[in-house]
């Protein structure tokens, strides 16, 4: 099966760098991925890593390491309203390729 | 542009009554998903679909049950509620396409909340 580990809860202050980690089980491995939900609201897509190295879009990044099945979301200039849960999600061969498997979210508080 | 839209978005029941969650896209998407969300389970996949008719398990099927007639709708029924099928329920869509990041890219609708007394 397919399985993913992250921290439940980060807490950082605004203007700060903050690193949410992510190591998963997959049977064959088709892409990482990063969603962000506030509270109440939907899961919105963040980004996408299938090969190795960091992926930048504007104020996140997202970096992979295949050989590690590891994973890090970094956000950078942290603002009030990040303040949210990430998710990291795999495609792996047990869900036919396409669907996702979420690991259980991080809370994310940003502080003034 | 309305998206992907879930109804209801509360749905209060009781144990034993049979619900139907229905979801609704505007993009034409191939494939739609439901995921319940628990608190501590993150989002956990029940049924997908890759097209109308052609509909696939998840990880937490039993007591479900979806059907896709058309592209832009995929229904969930829950044939008798439970309990535990208390949990806020999520629709997604993503595109067939030959775009890795667009093919990895699901879009979500509002959810419903849903409460089995």
């Known amino acids: 099966g397919q399985s993913l580990e992250q921290p439940s809860e980060v807490t950082a202050v605004e203007g700060a760098i903050v690193q949410i980690n992510c190591t998963y089980q997959t049977s064959g491995f088709y892409g990482l991925s990063w969603y962000q939900q506030h509270d109440g609201g939907a899961p919105t897509f963040l980004s996408y890593?299938?090969?190795?190295g960091l992926e930048e879009t504007g104020r996140f990044s997202s970096f992979l390491s295949r050989s590690d099945s590891y994973g890090y979301l970094l956000l950078q200039e942290l603002q009030m309203k990040d303040s949210a849960s990430y998710f990291c999600a795999v495609r792996g061969r047990d869900t036919g390729r396409r669907a996702l498997t979420f690991g259980s979210g991080t809370r994310l508080q940003v502080q003034p | 542009d309305a998206g992907i839209t879930q109804s209801p978005r509360y749905k209060i029941t009781e144990t034993g009554r049979q619900v139907t969650l229905m979801c609704h896209q505007t993009?034409?998407?191939?494939?739609m998903f439901w995921y319940r969300q628990d608190l501590g389970h993150g989002l956990r996949l029940i049924y997908y679909?890759?097209?109308?008719?052609?509909?696939d398990k998840g990880e937490v099927p039993d007591g479900y049950v979806v059907s896709r007639s058309k592209t832009e709708n995929f229904p969930l029924t829950l044939e008798s509620a439970t309990r535990s099928q208390t949990s806020v329920y999520f629709c997604a869509s993503s595109e067939s396409t030959t775009s890795d990041r667009r093919y990895n890219e699901q879009f979500f609708g509002p959810g419903t909340r849903l409460t089995v007394l």
């Open positions: 890593n299938a090969l190795d």
């Open positions: 993009w034409s998407h191939s494939y």
């Open positions: 679909s890759a097209a109308a008719d052609i509909t």
